[in-house]
Protein backbone atom coordinates (compact mmCIF):
# COMPACT_ATOMS: atom_id res chain seq x y z
CA UNK A 1 0.00 0.00 0.00
CA UNK A 2 1.65 3.35 -0.56
CA UNK A 3 1.32 6.02 1.43
CA UNK A 4 0.57 10.18 -0.17
CA UNK A 5 2.53 12.14 0.09
CA UNK A 6 0.60 14.48 2.52
CA UNK A 7 0.06 11.14 4.55
CA UNK A 8 3.80 11.11 5.24
CA UNK A 9 3.87 15.17 5.97
CA UNK A 10 1.04 14.92 7.95
CA UNK A 11 2.43 12.04 10.20
CA UNK A 12 6.35 14.06 9.92
CA UNK A 13 4.13 17.62 11.48
CA UNK A 14 2.42 15.64 13.86
CA UNK A 15 5.66 14.35 15.37
CA UNK A 16 7.09 17.72 15.18
CA UNK A 17 4.08 19.24 17.68
CA UNK A 18 4.55 16.34 20.44
CA UNK A 19 7.91 16.61 20.21
CA UNK A 20 7.85 20.80 20.34
CA UNK A 21 4.80 20.71 23.24
CA UNK A 22 6.33 17.89 25.24
CA UNK A 23 9.98 19.84 25.48
CA UNK A 24 10.81 20.74 29.34
CA UNK A 25 10.74 24.37 28.81
CA UNK A 26 7.01 24.35 27.69
CA UNK A 27 6.06 21.83 30.45
CA UNK A 28 6.26 24.04 32.83
CA UNK A 29 3.97 26.32 31.78
CA UNK A 30 6.77 28.81 30.11
CA UNK A 31 5.40 30.79 27.50
CA UNK A 32 7.56 30.89 24.18
CA UNK A 33 8.51 34.76 23.44
CA UNK A 34 9.04 34.26 19.99
CA UNK A 35 5.61 32.24 18.91
CA UNK A 36 3.24 34.13 21.56
CA UNK A 37 0.83 35.84 20.35
CA UNK A 38 -0.20 39.64 21.54
CA UNK A 39 -2.60 38.38 23.58
CA UNK A 40 -0.96 36.18 25.10
CA UNK A 41 2.02 38.14 26.04
CA UNK A 42 -0.54 40.63 27.50
CA UNK A 43 -1.29 37.96 30.40
CA UNK A 44 2.40 37.71 31.63
CA UNK A 45 2.76 39.10 35.15
CA UNK A 46 3.94 42.90 34.21
CA UNK A 47 2.80 42.93 30.78
CA UNK A 48 -0.15 44.48 29.41
CA UNK A 49 -1.33 45.81 26.09
CA UNK A 50 1.59 48.49 25.21
CA UNK A 51 4.71 46.28 26.50
CA UNK A 52 3.08 42.90 24.72
CA UNK A 53 2.53 45.38 21.26
CA UNK A 54 6.29 46.60 21.86
CA UNK A 55 7.72 43.32 21.85
CA UNK A 56 5.77 42.13 19.19
CA UNK A 57 6.63 44.67 17.04
CA UNK A 58 10.58 44.38 18.04
CA UNK A 59 10.30 40.73 17.11
CA UNK A 60 9.18 41.21 13.96
CA UNK A 61 11.95 44.31 13.34
CA UNK A 62 14.49 42.35 14.81
CA UNK A 63 13.93 38.41 14.18
CA UNK A 64 13.64 35.64 17.17
CA UNK A 65 15.20 36.48 20.32
CA UNK A 66 18.11 34.16 20.37
CA UNK A 67 18.29 34.74 24.59
CA UNK A 68 15.86 35.63 27.38
CA UNK A 69 18.69 38.37 28.25
CA UNK A 70 17.59 40.14 24.62
CA UNK A 71 14.45 41.37 26.39
CA UNK A 72 15.95 43.97 28.08
CA UNK A 73 16.91 45.67 24.57
CA UNK A 74 12.80 45.78 24.12
CA UNK A 75 11.94 49.22 25.31
CA UNK A 76 9.95 49.46 28.72
CA UNK A 77 11.46 46.16 30.13
CA UNK A 78 14.01 47.19 32.70
CA UNK A 79 15.86 44.88 35.24
CA UNK A 80 12.63 45.05 37.42
CA UNK A 81 10.11 43.33 34.63
CA UNK A 82 13.04 41.22 33.04
CA UNK A 83 13.17 39.65 36.51
CA UNK A 84 9.57 38.97 36.78
CA UNK A 85 9.58 37.63 33.04
CA UNK A 86 12.43 35.68 33.02
CA UNK A 87 11.01 33.23 35.50
CA UNK A 88 7.93 32.88 32.80
CA UNK A 89 9.24 32.90 29.48
CA UNK A 90 11.43 30.91 27.47
CA UNK A 91 12.77 31.10 23.91
CA UNK A 92 12.53 28.41 22.06
CA UNK A 93 12.72 28.56 17.60
CA UNK A 94 10.11 30.28 15.91
CA UNK A 95 8.93 26.65 14.28
CA UNK A 96 10.69 23.46 14.43
CA UNK A 97 12.85 21.65 11.81
CA UNK A 98 12.60 17.82 11.37
CA UNK A 99 15.41 16.43 10.86
Known sequence: MKRSRVTIWMGLILAAAVLITSSPALAKGK?????????RLERL???GNEIATV??????VN???RSI??????????EGR?????????????FEKII
Not at 31 to 39: G, I, M, Y
Not at 69 to 78: A, S, Y
Open 31 to 39: VNVNTASKR
Open 45 to 47: PGV
Open 55 to 60: IVNYRR
Open 63 to 65: GPF
Open 69 to 78: DELKDVPGIG
Open 82 to 94: FETLKEVVVVGAP
